[in-house]
Structure formats: structure tokens, C-alpha cells
């Protein structure tokens, strides 16, 4: 089966994220109030063969741990649908 | 006596690696290029992976790096007892591969740094600082983006225990914990550290303090 992964990567908290930070400032010199609490983070999908959606899920949290996130820096969640 | 040869280990992107090769051979070293898709390092002594941005630091720097062919070998090699010393970049890809504790994040400040900054030597138990006295000043320059050293608060204590911090900043440029700008391998012979010292090697650079950490790293092959 066919399935469609999505992963996110975000920064742990406490974790200086100056991307957030900058887009953050721009948001409030364009003028707009109450808008706080910006975080740039990372989305990366594939799709994946597996012969159910658990496999899949093990599949690419192996991938998401291993190779696109860095436990010290880094939280991911994995989301996986039926293609 | 045997001549000794250093390898230079070169992803796509490194960029310090000739300036490495051109400092190891005023010292008389021999010295040779490792392509990274090769897992045979040829016999060599001691290990060099220079700055630059490997594979594009895509994802995050090293994290593309760590899956190398070579990077196989290198654990090996590190495992083994030899010296391995990672600079900038090659500090990066030393954490992302497991063989150094900790990880480089975004410099506090939001900005690129590229300056000379003054480190103190803290540990002389690793392969890249032994022939220097602890307390020590050294005058090298930084240029990084990703260097603000960062581990977890247990990790922190057990470099500090350990004798594992290498260099510290004496004026934290990038808010690593503890002012950290290298660490060591508990054993020592593995050194990671974001100046580089291959650009402080001539007095034409303005220091020529770099040469210590080359002079130890050699004594140590």
C-alpha cells in the first residue's frame, strides 16, 4: 500500500529560533497587534510503500529520527495518511 | 622514521580543506585528500574534517555529512584511539555523527559571525591541545552561522567533569552553554571546535596561534 507521510520538524523549546524571531518583528511592523508566539519550523512529505499504515509509521519515524531531526535540537511529529 | 600522512576528509561544499593541506605541509606533514563517498581511508594517521558547508548544510549542517561512506571509517578510526579533529563544519559533523556529545545551534544573536575571538585553552588532555599550557590564550577567528554549542544539562556536566572542554570563549560570541567553542571525545583524541586555526597559522593573518592546535594534533597522530 501507498501512503502519504508528513513530517514536521520543529525546534525544541528554548531553543533559539532567530528565523521566528525576525519573521515576528516583520509581522508587528507591518502594523498587526496580538499576533505573538512565531515559530519557523520545517515540513517534509514522501510517500511510502508499506504493507500497513503501522509499518509506514515505523518506517518513517526511523527516517525522521535518524536523519531529519536532531534529537539535541529538535522535536518531530509524524502524520501518516492513506495516498 | 615513517612519514606520517594526514587525511583531509572532502564532502561537496567543504571549503577549508586546501588551507588545511597548505598548513599540515609547512609543518611536514604529508597529507591526503578523502573524497567522502569512499569508506577507505588509505592508511592514514590522523583525520581532519575541514569548515565549509557539507552537502549545502541541506537539512542541517552534517546532518546529510554523518551518512557518508567515510563517516563509517571515521567512527572506526575514532573508536580505535586515533585522532580526529572536526573545525567549523567538521565540528558540526562530528555531533551529528554521535562521535562528539552536544549539537551547533543558531548563533543567539541572529548573525553570521566572522571575526578573530580570544578562547581560552581549558582541557590539555585532548588530541588538539596537549602541547598547550591550560588557562592559555589563543587568538583565532570564527565564521559561523550554527555555533552556538548546545547539550543537554547532563551532558554539560559530564564534559565539564570529564575534562572534555577543549576551548572556551573569554566573551561568548554566539551563547553556547558555558561559553563552549570545542569539546573532546571522553577519551580525548576526538576534538571538535567552531575557530579555525588553519587561518591563523602567518602572520600575514594577523595570528599564528593556530599552530599549536596543529602541533598537538600532530604529536598526538
Given at each position: 500500500m501507498r501512503f502519504q507521510a508528513k513530517v514536521q520538524v520543529w525546534l525544541r523549546p528554548?531553543?533559539?529560533d532567530p528565523q521566528g524571531h525576525t519573521v515576528s518583528e516583520a509581522i508587528n511592523a507591518l502594523g498587526?497587534?496580538?499576533?505573538?508566539g512565531v515559530r519557523m519550523g520545517k515540513v517534509i512529505s514522501f510517500a511510502v510503500e508499506a504493507d500497513s499504515k503501522e509499518i509506514a509509521n515505523e518506517k518513517v519515524s526511523e527516517i525522521a529520527s535518524s536523519l531529519l531531526s536532531n534529537p539535541v535540537l529538535e522535536d518531530v511529529i509524524v502524520e501518516i495518511s492513506e495516498d | 622514521m615513517i612519514a606520517e600522512t594526514v587525511g583531509i576528509v572532502v564532502f561537496?561544499?567543504?571549503?577549508c580543506e586546501y588551507d588545511v593541506a597548505s598548513v599540515l605541509g609547512n609543518l611536514g606533514v604529508q597529507t591526503q585528500f578523502i573524497w567522502?563517498?569512499?569508506?577507505?581511508?588509505?592508511?592514514?594517521s590522523g583525520i581532519v574534517l575541514p569548515g565549509g558547508f557539507a552537502h549545502?548544510?541541506?537539512?542541517?549542517?552534517?546532518a546529510i555529512a554523518?551518512?557518508?561512506?567515510v563517516m563509517s571509517s571515521v567512527a572506526e578510526f575514532a573508536k580505535s584511539g586515533r585522532s580526529v579533529l572536526g573545525i567549523c563544519n567538521g565540528f558540526q559533523v562530528l555531533t551529528e555523527a554521535g562521535l562528539l556529545p552536544g549539537a551547533l545551534q543558531k548563533n543567539s544573536m541572529l548573525k553570521f559571525l566572522c571575526k578573530e575571538v580570544e578562547l581560552e585553552v581549558v582541557s590539555t588532555r585532548s588530541a588538539a591541545t596537549s602541547l598547550s599550557q591550560s588557562g592559555q590564550i589563543l587568538r583565532l577567528p570564527v565564521n559561523h552561522f550554527e555555533g552556538n554549542y548546545t547539550c543537554h544539562i547532563d551532558t554539560l556536566n559530564e564534559l565539564e567533569a570529564n575534562d572534555q572542554v577543549v576551548l572556551r570563549y573569554i566573551?561568548?560570541?554566539?551563547?553556547s552553554m558555558n561559553s563552549i567553542a570545542g569539546v573532546s571525545s571522553k577519551e580525548g583524541n576526538v576534538v571538535g571546535m567552531m575557530p579555525h586555526p588553519e587561518r591563523a597559522c602567518d602572520d600575514l593573518l594577523g595570528s599564528v596561534d593556530g599552530l599549536q592546535i596543529f602541533k598537538s594534533f600532530l604529536a598526538n597522530l
Open positions: 528554548g531553543i533559539a498587526y497587534s496580538g499576533v505573538s | 561537496p561544499g567543504s571549503n567522502h563517498g569512499q569508506a577507505d581511508l588509505g592508511g592514514v549545502g548544510d541541506y537539512l542541517r549542517p552534517g554523518r551518512f557518508s561512506p566573551e561568548n560570541p554566539n551563547g
